[in-house]
């Protein structure tokens, strides 16, 4: 999104004027922000909790408590990052209360041995953003997506598929920069097995 010239020699960004006049009680201001992120929160709400419904109500709430601590904002991230840290939260605590007794956090099956990761990132196939633009595909990577660990698939879909930079995701989930690229490391190597496995079999019913 573009950024707007200050009167001085900084460039503001425009969701910090939208923010600002939302502070000063200007509601339109703070539907606009609304609006603009509701289908991004909405998408991210919905792996995590894996539920339309449950969904639905994360983006509501989250909207709800950003909107209440708009003063709490310090402008030092973008809004959006932000914004999705709080979506986050309401997404794991909407799990927590679904999975009575069992808690639920970013930090869930995620123990793997380190030293047998392999260190190359580039090396993989599909590419999950080449698949997400296309429908059939889409479908089938959002399926896979959701099999995986809390931990894996939060730090995935922020990365890989919302377009979050490496420190802007951890900086979402409180984490240090080597564990976002760590936990997205395995979030792809699984996901490579995965679909692999799912076009072996498919190709094998087609072979029949």
């Known amino acids: 999104m573009p950024t707007i010239q200050s009167s001085g020699t900084e460039e503001v960004h425009p969701d910090l004027l939208l923010v600002n006049q939302a502070r000063e009680g200007d509601v339109q201001a703070f539907e606009k922000l609304v609006r ?14 894996q ?9 509501q709430d989250a909207f709800l408590k950003a909107y209440e601590k708009l003063d709490q904002f310090q402008g030092n991230s973008k809004f959006y990052t932000w914004l999705v840290r709080i979506t ?10 679904r999975r009575t007794g069992k808690m639920v956090s970013i930090d869930e099956d995620v123990e793997t041995e380190e030293g047998s990761m392999p260190r190359d990132l580039a090396d993989w196939s599909p590419d999950p953003e080449a698949l997400y633009g296309q429908s059939e595909m889409a479908e089938i990577l959002r399926k ?10 939060v730090v995935f879909v922020l990365r890989d598929v919302e377009g979050l930079s490496t420190e802007e995701t951890a900086e979402t989930l409180g984490l240090s920069v080597p564990a976002v690229k760590s936990r997205l490391l395995r979030a792809r190597l699984q996901l490579r097995e995965r679909l692999s496995r799912y076009f072996r079999d498919r190709s094998k019913e087609g072979a029949k």
């Open 36 to 49: 603009q992120y509701d289908r991004q929160v909405f998408r991210i709400a919905q792996h995590i909790t």
């Open 51 to 59: 539920n339309r419904e449950d969904a639905e109500d994360v983006v």
């Open 88 to 97: 986050v939260n309401e997404a794991l605590m909407r799990l927590r209360k």
């Open 144 to 153: 896979t997506i959701q099999g995986l660990p809390a931990g894996f698939r």
